[in-house]
């Protein structure tokens, strides 16, 4: 049944975003320097671009999304310490560089009052305990804390823009660059993405600083969707461009 799913789930994701930009074969691939190329699987999937990607500074901001200790927790162990390690890497790249930091996080109030019984996805929460406001296991992780300057954003729904005043933030600092990072890649990595390009924000997503517990959408989310949408690159590759070096 699982694997029924994950191909139904494939399908649907092509069926929904297109296809024909991406079928080519791997001897096209090899061909086109501008072609994204996958290297790895699963939570590793990393897509590799042309070296002449640039981030403007002035206009660029890093949206660090649900890096919560509940949701970080649901990753296997070695998943945790290695996507740990490359979002603070990120951060400190970030911050070298002057880009405002947004961490977008999920909460609920006592009761879960934003909850509505008709939400499947969130029953299970509410039944949970999970993600409440004053709890240990709604904080952001201890290894990608806020700093002082840093924004946190609350919302109450899957995407960073849902339930939110994001907007209102970035027109404040004039961005129009979204560099995204998050768990999971098929929820608010998705729903963000698929909602800024919709208000014509110019959107960077670091896939090896993503992770999903569905390796098999992770990859077609890094491979085949987000690149309609969005620049996708590696850690290396946006410390690169942000002309930082050594950030670890």
């Not at 789930?9 to 691939?29: E, I, M, R």
């Not at 009761?111 to 709604?138: C, H, M, V, W």
Request: charged share 25%; aromatic share 6%.
């Amino acid at each position: 049944m699982r694997n029924f799913f994950r191909t139904w789930l494939v399908a649907a994701l092509l069926a929904l975003f297109g296809t024909t930009a991406y079928a080519v074969t791997t001897q096209d691939k090899q061909k086109n320097d501008l072609m994204p190329k996958a290297v790895g699987n699963g939570a590793n999937t990393m897509v590799l671009i042309a070296p002449e990607f640039t981030v403007h500074r002035d206009r660029t901001a890093v949206l660090v999304m649900d890096y919560q200790n509940d949701i970080v927790n649901m990753l296997p162990p070695d998943v945790q310490a290695s996507l740990l390690d490359r979002a603070s890497i990120i951060l400190k790249a970030a911050r070298q560089a002057r880009l405002p930091v947004v961490y977008i996080v999920i909460r609920f109030r006592d009761g879960y009052p934003e909850i509505n019984a008709r939400n499947k996805q969130f029953s299970d929460l509410k039944d949970s305990r999970r993600l409440r406001e004053g709890t240990s296991g709604a904080e952001i992780n201890a290894r990608v804390a806020p700093q002082p300057g840093d924004i946190v954003v609350t919302k109450r729904r899957v995407g960073a823009f849902s339930t939110t005043e994001l907007e209102t933030v970035l027109r404040a600092h004039n961005i129009n660059t979204l560099v995204l990072l998050g768990i999971a890649t098929s929820g608010v990595v998705l729903s963000t993405v698929r909602w800024a390009a919709d208000m014509d924000y110019s959107l960077i997503v670091v896939s090896d600083a993503c992770a999903d517990r569905d390796a098999e959408a992770n990859s077609v989310l890094m491979d085949r969707v987000f690149p309609r949408q969005a620049t996708v690159v590696t850690t290396r590759e946006f410390v690169t461009a942000i002309g930082v070096k050594d950030p670890e």
